[in-house]
């Protein structure tokens, strides 16, 4: 049966140690990045090795790689890390002209195209010493939310992929087609059986990641002919362009990308619900006041762009 470790018999200073190892992959530049020595680093490297029975960093030429114990454990020892930082941030009050706390959210790059800057400018007016990590949501990290919500302050999503827990409304956005500027097939309006006719560019396509005006095409019958898919909203335009496909495309992106990526917008030719993003997060953290202004903060940012 495999050992069980104690918190007690493990000093958890090794973790961050641990985690500047495993993204440098290197000594001295994990030493440079925790402003130590690097004898001391090498040190601690031979104290995780007995630890784990795991080299976890192997020579390879010139350069170090990670084994596959310590490819594992690199994708778990930032989220716990930052789990830890978030219980000592914990404090009965918060005031964000002197904090220093960093937030870590979630969000797509779409989200962050649109909202990001205006969430960043409020954040500095008001909190001028608060640090904000913005990390690309993922199907993986939708799909186990629960657990996702545990490792940051919150996931920026639209309605309709995270349930039963706590969710403040963001903004409003609406969808609309994106075809090549010099697609000369397509006029001004679109007819459904174009849409059947045109082969398209998705933004994911999974039972648990999906385009909702997609699966709305889909319940008046239309299969769309689907023959590229991305999980970058940022891409669809640069991969219709130039081509006959068509995509769909949020309209605040499509404002922003349709000029340089040489693509132009058509209004769907069926009823399509509008988009609403929202922030979703943790129950656990609804009496914290540095989250509860995060939230006022973030309802602020959506409100700027309604």
């Given at each position: 049966?495999?050992?069980?470790?104690?918190?007690?018999d493990?000093d958890?200073?090794m973790?961050?140690t641990?985690?500047?190892l495993?993204?440098?992959?290197?000594?001295?530049?994990?030493?440079r990045?925790?402003?130590?020595?690097?004898?001391?680093?090498?040190?601690?490297?031979?104290?995780?090795?007995?630890?784990?029975d795991d080299?976890?960093l192997?020579?390879?030429?010139?350069?170090?790689?990670l084994?596959?114990?310590?490819?594992l454990l690199?994708?778990?020892?930032?989220?716990?890390?930052?789990?830890?930082?978030?219980?000592?941030?914990?404090?009965?009050s918060?005031d964000?002209?002197?904090?220093e706390?960093?937030?870590?959210?979630?969000?797509?790059?779409?989200?962050?195209?649109?909202f990001?800057d205006?969430?960043?400018?409020i954040?500095?007016?008001?909190?001028?010493?608060?640090?904000?990590t913005?990390?690309?949501v993922?199907?993986?990290a939708?799909?186990?939310?629960?657990?996702?919500?545990?490792s940051?302050?919150?996931?920026?999503?639209?309605h309709?992929?995270?349930h039963?827990?706590?969710?403040?409304m963001?903004?409003?956005?609406?969808?609309?087609?994106?075809?090549?500027?010099?697609?000369?097939?397509?006029?001004?309006?679109?007819?459904?059986?174009?849409?059947k006719?045109?082969?398209w560019?998705?933004?994911?396509?999974?039972a648990?990641?999906?385009?909702?005006?997609?699966?709305?095409?889909?319940?008046?019958?239309i299969?769309?002919?689907?023959?590229?898919v991305?999980e970058s909203?940022?891409?669809?335009p640069?991969?219709?362009?130039?081509?006959?496909?068509?995509?769909?495309?949020?309209?605040?992106?499509?404002?922003r990308?349709s000029?340089?990526?040489?693509?132009r917008?058509?209004?769907?030719?069926w009823?399509?619900?509008p988009?609403v993003?929202?922030?979703?997060?943790?129950?656990?953290?609804?009496?914290?006041?540095?989250?509860?202004?995060?939230r006022?903060?973030?309802c602020?940012?959506g409100g700027?762009?309604?």
């Open positions: 049966m495999p050992r069980r470790v104690s918190l007690r493990f958890l200073n973790l961050v641990l985690d500047a495993l993204q440098e992959k290197n000594v001295t530049r994990a030493a990045r925790l402003g130590v020595t690097q004898p001391s680093v090498s040190a601690a490297l031979r104290r995780l090795r007995r630890h784990f080299e976890l192997r020579r390879n030429g010139s350069r170090y790689e084994t596959s114990l310590a490819e690199a994708t778990q020892t930032a989220p716990a890390l930052l789990g830890v930082q978030r219980v000592l941030d914990v404090a009965p918060f964000p002209g002197t904090s706390r960093e937030f870590t959210l979630m969000m797509s790059d779409y989200a962050t195209a649109v990001a205006t969430l960043a400018g954040i500095a007016e008001q909190a001028p010493g608060v640090r904000l913005v990390r690309e993922s199907a993986f939708v799909s186990h939310a629960a657990e996702t919500l545990r940051v302050d919150g996931i920026v999503l639209p309709g992929f995270i039963d827990v706590p969710s403040d963001l903004w409003e956005d609406v969808w609309v087609c994106i075809v090549a500027r010099d697609n000369a097939d397509v006029d001004e309006l679109l007819t459904l059986e174009q849409l006719r045109m082969p560019v998705v933004s994911y396509n999974s648990t990641a999906f385009t909702p005006a997609v699966q709305q095409l889909r319940t008046i019958g299969e769309p002919d689907i023959r590229l991305t909203f940022l891409a669809l640069f991969l219709v362009a130039g081509t006959d496909r068509i995509a769909l495309l949020q309209a605040r992106l499509a404002d990308l000029k340089s990526a040489g693509v917008t058509v209004s769907c030719p009823d399509v619900s988009l993003e929202a922030f979703w997060w943790h129950p656990a953290m609804h009496d914290d006041p540095a989250h509860a202004w995060l006022s903060t973030l602020e940012a700027r762009l309604r």
